[in-house]
């Protein structure tokens, strides 16, 4: 924090309090040293050595994810050619029916990776196959030696490994 004036601290320490209002009575001094910190650009010691980002920060990433997960989805339904790919109706295995649809992503479309809730997308919506991304997951989850499993916002991207 650099050098501040008299002024400039009361108006920090005004918003600082106004913000600290906004809790429980029994928090509001963590929550005006916690505003402190984020009006003063200060990071809490504590967040940095377990590596947490701010709550605010958290929701912030998990919505650009949210947002951005289905881009890879919705251009694969638009870009795949479902006519060329008659092996995806051919069994009803979720692992199985996953691979063929990041090979495809891959191979096909230059795509290195989807999320569970990209590839059930593309299956539901392209293929006409009901998946569900949670099935997806475990299925994908399980096949380690098939799949490389990426951390991703709140889950995984899976891309896949073996032919």
């Known amino acids: 924090m650099s050098k501040k004036t008299a002024p ?16 429980h009575e029994s928090m ?28 605010q920060k958290e929701k912030r990433f998990a919505k650009t994810t949210a947002e951005t997960v289905n881009q890879p989805a919705e251009d694969l339904i638009s870009a795949i050619d479902s006519t060329q790919h008659p092996e995806v109706t051919s069994t009803h295995k979720i692992l199985d029916l996953s691979l ?22 593309i299956l ?9 991304s949670n099935a997806v997951n475990m299925a994908l989850g399980r096949a ?10 709140s889950g995984f991207l899976y891309k896949i490994m073996a032919p």
């Open 124 to 132: 539901t919506d392209k293929f006409r196959i009901n998946a569900k």
């Open 144 to 153: 380690t030696t098939l799949v490389n499993r990426i951390p991703d916002g």
């Open 8 to 23: 400039d601290l009361k108006k920090l320490f005004k918003e600082a309090s106004e913000i600290a209002k906004q809790v």
């Open 28 to 55: 509001h001094e963590a929550a005006f040293n916690r505003a402190i910190d984020l009006l003063t650009g200060v990071e809490h010691p504590s967040l940095k050595a377990k590596g947490n980002p701010p709550k």
């Open 100 to 121: 063929m649809v990041l090979e495809i992503a891959h191979t096909d479309h230059s795509i290195d990776g989807l999320t569970p809730r990209a590839i059930a997308k």
